[in-house]
Structures are given as structure tokens and as C-alpha cells.
């Protein structure tokens, strides 16, 4: 099957139709049928402000649909992917009680029941098998909710798509909870070609047994729907045979399922008309919205979200996936979908598309903005609107139009994008409602960046333009950083670069663009890209300001420290971190823990870390980490030094020497990565060199690493290489 001409942009509808769907159902999530009535009345629209909470959040659906599906790209595009592969995927990105999951403990979280399943060495599929786990834990929804990945990566192709949905369902789930995935994901990949629903459903019903429960179900929502005209009718007779009473378990299969098939059926083909009844109708909201947001984004694209309220401007696009790849978890819908775009070229054998030579902000798609929104403050208010448009771009089809009216001084127009945490309550909202923001800066000092802007011909003048950051500090507040200012004439394109600074150790929150006049100027400026790249230059100990002030790191959450993605299984020393002499205090009670930060871009660069191993089997270093068990490191125990490759949990060892080191001894470990070659260096002598003919890891974070035991770290440092 050919990749459709306009496959990306459906991919996109898709990706924000579940964000969309999901962002709508979060805040009254669980709620019953009649609650949401009485409370809410019919929902229309976002309600997050009347719960007090964030629109844009971190969630299970969302992480979870776009991390497991990167087993297809960390497993080379296989078509013969298997579960047990995907279940290494998990292990990987996972963080245990923290990153993706609802960690309600075993026998309770069917997903959690699966991840100790496989962290014990079950593979999948047994690690989510009914005659392993029981019928009741492995018929929950989670199968559904993590699968719309897998029907967009397969245009036109159900077989495909509903064959990687078994696979990659039975990592955790069995019986009726796969056919409910496979129903959606093949539904979602015909509907790249495929426009009536009914054709859909009967596509979909093909992979499943004809006498199996959720097909019954179908059936029974299709036949109410063509002799019941009023949806509060037809749902009742969905609650009264198939309701929550009925299915055992937290949130069962089979419940949810019939309402994203009922809400697609009496949505009349309309965006917000079926979240509407979705939402309204109660149990999963975020979870069966979600589905239902995608699989109308695919079938209908842009246009059908456009059709009623502005459902896309208050998302701007942003999402959250926090997992232990922290330099992916500040992301947005644009990134996703060309992720996903490029699973699906790999698997026909085509190059990835990389718009604008692989900028970051790009644009490129209908509306984007990339998560860019007007600094909300008073000199800025009212200042400048933002607008995805065609043309003013050297080497692709769109920009991001910056309008703004009324320059003078005081009046400044700035437009930013989060590449952090974006603020310290965001990070205390998400730490209290249980699915914490893991991430790590996606932009560090020492790296380029790199925009080009014209403005427009209409302009009132030339205005002046510069690049800015804003980095957290030692209150945990936002301090900003300016390029020097570059003049925007009219009609003539600036290409502004500009090394980013250092920030003494604290983490960059967001990257900007800053308009200013001086006589009252009005006009449009067009962002063609925003992109950044280079090795870092950075050094990440303790903060100054903290250490002379040891009153303050008692409070806040520390942004310096939140930058870091914790892998450890000592929660105790969080609690401690900030009053430990050294900066870093690594304890790991079973196993093998990492601390990581950086990102995927990282490639070939270099770290320094001194080390002094309390008590500990092995510790080291890492380089190129993208996850748990995806990285290189040099390790030391107390009888030899090694290079290796981690992999599923197991080292491949590169090169190794006799001779470790001895407990409560300092010694400074650097490694540096170029290509495939690794140079491991002790108390500044080169001790071991390698290189990995399989070139595996091709950039990823640094890590600190602790096997069983404590080492604690004195200072860290990212140079190039």
C-alpha cells in the first residue's frame, strides 16, 4: 500500500485530536454520566478552568501512545517486530513509579502488573497473558488507549496496523482488551482512505472473532443507533447491558469501547458534536476522548477540527511525554507527527522527511505553531498575535507570522516556546497529581541557535529583533537572557544566530523572539524556523547561589535539580539531595540506576565526572543514554574498568582492563564519544578506547551511574567533543 499524498497532514489531525480529546476528558475523568450533567451539562468545550487546573498536561494516554510505539525505531523498522521487543521498549522508557503509568500496584494497575512482570524477566506476551495475570486485570483499557500510534503508522493498511496493535497490547493485556485495540488501530489506518464509518467498522471487525464480546458489542450499538434516534436513550441501554456493574476491575474494556464506537455513530462525522457525547456520557473521559479525537482527526483532518471552536489555539500545539528519553519530554504535535510519518517512510523504504534542514520550529504544517505563545505579561498583553501562513520561507512552504501593533517603549512584543518545565507551578501541579513532569532541558549553553525572520514589506519601519532564553535561578524564578538586538528591515530577510550563554548551572525554560520599536511601529514579522544545535559547553553541580544560601534549598522544587531524570530506587535521596555536601548522591538499593540529562541531539561530546564510590558493586559514566538500558558507559568495580554497550538490561563489553578502584577514593571518569569510537580517561590518563561497529546509539544523554550500593559525585561537565 502506497503512503497517501496527504499523509502527513492527516497524521497531524490525528495527533491533535487526541491531544485535543484527551485534554477535554481530564479534568472530571471517572466521573458518572449523570455527575457531568448535573455539574457540567453537556461539554462542549475546554472546562480545565473551572477545576482550576492546567489545560495542557502530562497523561498515561498521551505518553504512552508516543513512547511505545519508538520500539518500531529502537528495533530497526522491523516489520517482524515482536512483543517481547516491545516489552524491552517499556523497560526502557519506563521509570518505576514515576514516568508514563498509573502505579496502582500489582493485581490493581493492570499496566503496573505487567511492568513487574517484565522487570521480573517475563516476557512479553506473557508478561500480560490472562493465565498468568487473571481475566479481570487483563481486560482493562489500557490496551486501547496506548494505540493510536500504531493505526497512523500504517496508512491504508488495517492487516498491519491491527497485527503491531496485538503485539504491542499483549505486552500488558489478553482476550477482549486486544480485540478492542486492534478494532481501533485498524479502523484508524483505513480511515487514511476510507471516509464512511460504517465501512470502517466493518474493516476493523474483519480481525477479530466474530463471536467475541466486542464484536457482540458493536453490533448491539450499531443496531440501537438505526432504531433509536436520541443518544441519551441509546445510552442508557449501553449502561444497562454493558455498564460498569457488569465488568469487574478499575476501568474494563468493554464499557469504554462501546462509548468510542456509540459517540462515532451519533457524532454525525462532527469534531466537537462526538467529543460532546463522549465526554458527556462519563467513565474513561480522557481515555475514550482521546480515541475518538484521533480517529476523527485522521479520517477528517484539519478541516474537521477547524470546523467549530478554536480547539487549537489554547493547545498551541504542546505536549508532554515523560519518560526516561527526558530530552524528549517537552515535545509538540508537529515533532510527534513527523515521528510517526518517518516510522511509516522507514517501513516502506523511504528517506525521513526532515523540513528545513532538520530545524526544531519549522512550521511547516497547517496552523502550527509549535507551542510559541505571546509572553504573558502586562508590556506584552495585546502586543502581538501569532498566525501559521504560507510563503516567506527560503527553503519551505510556511512561517509563523508574529503581528504586532503599537512598538513604542515599554511595549515589547515577545513570542516564546517552552524547552523545560515551563514554571515551578507547573512542576508542583504535576508532582501533586501523580504523573510527574520528567524532562531535561532540550537547549544548553554552549549550543547555536539559529533563526531566520523577515519582516514584512507593509512594515512601519525597521524594529529591532533579538533571540532570547529564560533560565530558572536561585529563587526558581525566570530570569531572561538577550542576544544583542539585529535590525529587521522590511523585505529583507536576518538569519540571527547566537551562542547560547552560560546560566551557572540552572536550566534554560523557554527560548524566544523579541520585537521592538521606538515610534509606535506596527507590522509583521515572519519566523521562517527556530533551531539550534552543537555540543554543549556546560557545567551541572550545584548552583552558587544555593550553596551560599543553604536556607533557600529547603524550598521549591529546585528547578537545577529537576533538570535531572531520576532513575534511582532511593526516594530518600531526593529528600536529602539539596543538604549533602557533594551535589549529587547516587544510592540504588537493587539493580543498576541511572541519573540522565541531555537529549537525543547530542552526539559526539564529552563528560567529566568525579566520582567517590561509598559502597557500591559497579559505577560509572554514561554517554548517548535514550533511556534505562540504551547507552554507552565506562564502568569500574573493584577488580577491572570497562567500556561497554548496555542493551536489554545487559553489557556488551567494548574493551576492558585490570584494575579498579577502592571504596572512598576519588577519581575523575571522562568519556568521550566521537562517531563510533569511545575514549575513557581516568585522573585525566586515556585507560581504554573502542569502537562499536554497530554504531548503535547515536546520540542521547550523559548518565551517572550506581549498581547496588552509593557513590557520590563531586562534578559533573558536558564539553564538546
Given amino acids: ?229 436520541d443518544w441519551y436513550a441509546a445510552r442508557r441501554a449501553l449502561d444497562e447491558r454493558y455498564g460498569y456493574d457488569k465488568y469487574g476491575g478499575n476501568c474494563h474494556m468493554i464499557p469504554n469501547h462501546g462509548l468510542i464506537l456509540f459517540s462515532l455513530l451519533y457524532g454525525d462525522d462532527d469534531f466537537q458534536k462526538s467529543l460532546m457525547i463522549v465526554n458527556t456520557s462519563g467513565w474513561d473521559t480522557d481515555c475514550n476522548s482521546g480515541n475518538v479525537g484521533c480517529l476523527l482527526g485522521i479520517k477528517n483532518g484539519l478541516a474537521g477540527i477547524d470546523r467549530g471552536p478554536d480547539w487549537r489555539g489554547p493547545v498551541a500545539d504542546r505536549l508532554y511525554l515523560p519518560t526516561a528519553d527526558g530530552g524528549r519530554s ?108 520528567l524532562a531535561s532541558p532540550t537547549i544548553y549553553p554552549g549550543q547555536t541557535i539559529r533563526a531566520r525572520a523577515t519582516a514584512s514589506r507593509e512594515s512601519d519601519g525597521p524594529v529591532q529583533v533579538r533571540l532570547y532564553i529564560k533560565h530558572y535561578d536561585g529563587a526558581d524564578d525566570l530570569t531572561a537572557i538577550h542576544a544583542d538586538a539585529v535590525a529587521a528591515v522590511p523585505g529583507q530577510p536576518s538569519v540571527i544566530t547566537w551562542r547560547v550563554p552560560d546560566t551557572l548551572c540552572y536550566p534554560i525554560a523557554l527560548v524566544g523572539l523579541e520585537v521592538q520599536g521606538s515610534a509606535g511601529q506596527s507590522g509583521t514579522l515572519y519566523l521562517d524556523y527556530l533551531t539550534w544545535d552543537g555540543a554543549p559547553d556546560v557545567t551541572l553541580d550545584r548552583p552558587v547561589e544555593r550553596e551560599k544560601n543553604r536556607l533557600m534549598m529547603a524550598a521549591g522544587p529546585l528547578m537545577w535539580k529537576a533538570a535531572w531524570i531520576d532513575g534511582f530506587d532511593s526516594r530518600e535521596r531526593l529528600a536529602d539531595l539539596d543538604q549533602w555536601p557533594e551535589p549529587y548522591r547516587l544510592i540504588q538499593n537493587e539493580g543498576r540506576g541511572l541519573l540522565m540529562q541531555g537529549t537525543c541531539e547530542w552526539t559526539d561530546y564529552q563528560v567529566t565526572a568525579r566520582l567517590r564510590p561509598h559502597m557500591c558493586e559497579v559505577g560509572g559514566i554514561g554517554v548517548r543514554a535514550q533511556g534505562m538500558s540504551r547507552y554507552y558507559a565506562l564502568l569500574m568495580d573493584r577488580e577491572k574498568t570497562r567500556l561497554v554497550r548496555a542493551l536489554e538490561g545487559s553489557d556488551i563489553v567494548l574493551a576492558e582492563t585490570a584494575g579498579g578502584w577502592h571504596w572512598g577514593q576519588s577519581y575523575e571518569l571522562n568519556l568521550k564519544v566521537q562517531g563510533n569510537r569511545l575514549t575513557a580517561s581516568i585522573d585525566g590518563q586515556v585507560v581504554l578506547s573502542a569502537e562499536d561497529p554497530e554504531n548503535t546509539y547515536t546520540g542521547g544523554a550523559l548518565a551517572l551511574i550506581c549498581q547496588i550500593g552509593r557513590i557520590d559525585c563531586e562534578h559533573v561537565e558536558v564539553r564538546p567533543a
Fill in 1 to 229: 500500500m502506497a503512503i497517501p499524498a496527504d499523509y502527513l497532514e492527516r497524521v497531524y489531525a490525528g495527533v491533535l485530536g487526541k491531544i485535543i480529546g484527551v485534554y477535554l476528558g481530564r479534568p472530571f475523568e471517572g466521573w458518572r454520566h449523570d455527575a457531568i450533567v448535573e455539574h457540567l451539562g453537556e461539554v462542549n468545550y475546554y472546562v480545565h478552568e473551572k477545576f482550576g487546573t492546567p489545560l495542557v498536561v502530562t497523561d498515561d494516554d498521551i505518553s504512552g501512545t508516543f513512547t511505545f510505539i519508538r520500539a518500531l525505531e529502537d528495533y530497526g523498522f522491523s516489520r517482524d517486530l515482536t512483543p517481547a521487543q516491545i516489552g524491552h521498549t517499556w523497560l526502557n522508557y519506563l521509570i518505576e513509579e514515576q514516568t508514563i503509568l498509573w502505579w496502582g500496584g500489582m493485581g490493581n494497575s493492570t499496566e503496573h502488573t505487567a511492568y513487574l512482570r517484565l522487570k521480573s524477566g517475563i516476557e512479553a506476551p506473557h508478561s500480560g497473558s490472562m493465565a498468568l495475570n487473571g481475566k479481570i486485570v487483563a481486560e482493562q483499557i489500557g490496551a486501547q488507549i496506548f494505540i493510536d500510534g500504531w493505526g497512523m503508522m500504517a496508512p491504508g493498511d488495517p492487516e498491519l496496523a491491527a497485527d503491531f496493535a496485538r503485539r504491542a497490547a499483549s505486552v500488558s493485556h489478553d482476550g477482549e482488551a486486544i480485540y478492542g485495540a486492534q478494532v481501533l488501530a485498524a479502523m484508524e489506518a483505513q480511515a487514511f482512505i476510507e471516509s464512511d464509518l460504517n465501512v470502517l467498522i466493518d474493516t476493523a471487525l474483519r480481525f477479530i472473532p466474530a463471536d467475541s464480546l466486542i464484536a457482540r458489542l458493536i453490533r448491539d450499538i450499531r443496531e440501537w443507533h438505526a432504531k433509536e434516534p
Fill in 330 to 437: 517537552i515535545t509538540d504535535a508537529v515533532t510527534e507527527a513527523y515521528h510517526l510519518v518517518n516510522m511509516a517512510r522507514a517501513l516502506h523504504g523511504q528517506e525521513p522527511l526532515r523540513p528545513k534542514g532538520g530545524a526544531r520550529f519549522h512550521f511547516e504544517l497547517p496552523g502550527s505553531v509549535q507551542g510559541f505563545m505571546s509572553e504573558d505579561s502586562t508590556a506584552a498583553r495585546g502586543v502581538v498575535d501569532l498566525e501559521n501562513v504560507l510563503d516567506h520561507s527560503e527553503l519551505g512552504r510556511r512561517s509563523l507570522a508574529i503581528h504586532y501593533r503599537g512598538l513604542a517603549p515599554g511595549r515589547i512584543g515577545r513570542v516564546e516556546t517552552p524547552t523545560f518545565i515551563p514554571s515551578r507551578e507547573v512542576a508542583r501541579y504535576f508532582e501533586r497529581r501523580g504523573y510527574r513532569l
